[in-house]
């Protein structure tokens, strides 16, 4: 069973930049997805970014050209980068694999790390 350990959260002015971490232990399979997901106060949770282990990335139009989303299958970690942070980016932000197992897809969730934007 894979599980996951998120880091990297915390407060950060408006217009700066964190870099969150994902550490996966167990045995992933392939083929696979690995990404992001937040939610907001008061809001419904959202896909931010995710990578295919072919590595084909796929981001949300809010955070396009501004967000970053990298992996390093030997260290199974999976790494956001956030650049030009918004107070609307306030977030829990939740590390998510997707492995495709047998014709099913299994789905597990890290805790998550808060990100706050705020001067």
């Known amino acids: 069973q894979v599980q996951l350990v998120e880091s990297g959260g915390g407060l950060v002015q408006p217009g700066g930049s964190l870099r969150l971490s994902c550490v996966a232990s167990g045995s992933i399979s392939a083929p696979n997805t690995i990404g992001w997901s937040r939610q907001g106060p008061g809001k419904q949770r959202e896909l931010v970014a995710s990578?295919?282990?072919?590595?084909?990335?796929n981001y949300a139009d809010s955070v396009k050209g501004r967000f970053a989303i990298f992996r390093d299958n030997a260290k199974k970690t999976v790494f956001l980068e956030m650049n030009g942070l918004k107070p609307e980016d306030t977030a829990t932000y939740f590390c998510y694999v997707q492995e495709y197992i047998y014709g099913t897809y299994r789905d597990t969730w890290g805790q998550g790390t808060q990100v706050t934007v705020s001067s």
């Open positions: 990578i295919t282990s072919e590595s084909n990335r």
